[in-house]
């Protein structure tokens, strides 16, 4: 028995800083893109195994330790994750001090 990608978010969530149900992913096996709240989740312990709708191939694995979280990606060509509104790539600042000694970079 399976649910959806969805029973992952809060363990993903401690991974993450955003909601990586909503990012879309390719699939290695069929080349099917989807978000990873559409695949196909199964068990919970050890830990989740998240298949493909259109192929069954192994899209990620996910097990947490007491110590720590391995994530396996190797079933997706990538993933896109989608950045909260109003938030993007970092920006330097306009005008930094680039005085003697300074290691800031000169914004563009």
Request: with cysteine; glycine share 16%; charged share 20%.
């Amino acid at each position: 028995m399976y649910t959806d990608g969805n029973e992952m978010a809060g363990a993903l969530r401690e991974v993450f800083a955003v909601d990586v149900t909503v990012a879309r992913g390719a699939c290695v096996g069929c080349g099917r893109v989807g978000e990873v709240a559409q695949a196909l989740v199964y068990g919970r312990a050890p830990g989740y195994v998240a298949r493909c709708p259109g192929c069954d191939g192994v899209l990620l694995r996910l097990v947490r330790g007491p110590d720590g979280v391995w994530l396996d990606l190797r079933g997706l060509v990538c993933l896109q994750i989608p950045l909260p509104a109003g938030e993007g790539p970092p920006l330097l600042d306009p005008a930094p001090s680039n005085g003697p000694g300074s290691d800031r970079p000169t914004a563009p």
